[in-house]
């Protein structure tokens, strides 16, 4: 909790995206041993909902931070291009905005859905006769 807290702090987004990725604490939910040390009473159910618990928090987590980071993505770029073929700005913002699900059997957010969404908030647009590319709306 202290690396993500950290990591928040000094605007490491690709960091906390990493430390908050289900690979990153399955070894900590998953084994039993682990989560019932920290209470012997819990049963076979109440290790699954500590389990989803768990992940909620790490989502909500990423969203708060997802905000956080996009408010900075809008300060700092003028523009984003998310040409078909080149996925490196695709996967950056991907990464960025923690955009991928912890909640097992939940969908990602594709890239281009989330942008989609800030469209219609006014925080960016279309490039007009370009396609993939995004201009930022800068905040007033």
Request: aromatic letters at 8%.
């Amino acid at each position: 909790m202290s690396s993500l807290t950290s990591c928040l702090r000094s605007r490491n987004y690709i960091k906390f995206e990493e430390l908050t990725r289900p690979t990153a604490f399955a070894h900590i939910i998953h084994e039993p041993k682990k989560i019932s040390s920290l209470n012997p009473l819990l049963s076979p159910s109440g290790l699954d909902l500590a389990r989803k618990a768990f992940y909620n928090i790490m989502s909500k987590l990423r969203a708060v931070s997802r905000e956080t980071t996009w408010s900075v993505i809008r300060y700092t770029y003028r523009d984003l291009s998310l040409r078909a073929g080149d996925g490196t700005t695709r996967d950056w913002l991907s990464r960025s905005l923690a955009l991928p699900s912890v909640i097992p059997g939940e969908r990602d957010i594709p890239v281009e859905e989330w942008l989609q969404r800030k469209i219609g908030e006014g925080h960016a647009r279309a490039k007009e006769g370009v396609e993939g590319k995004y201009i930022i709306c800068k905040v007033r």
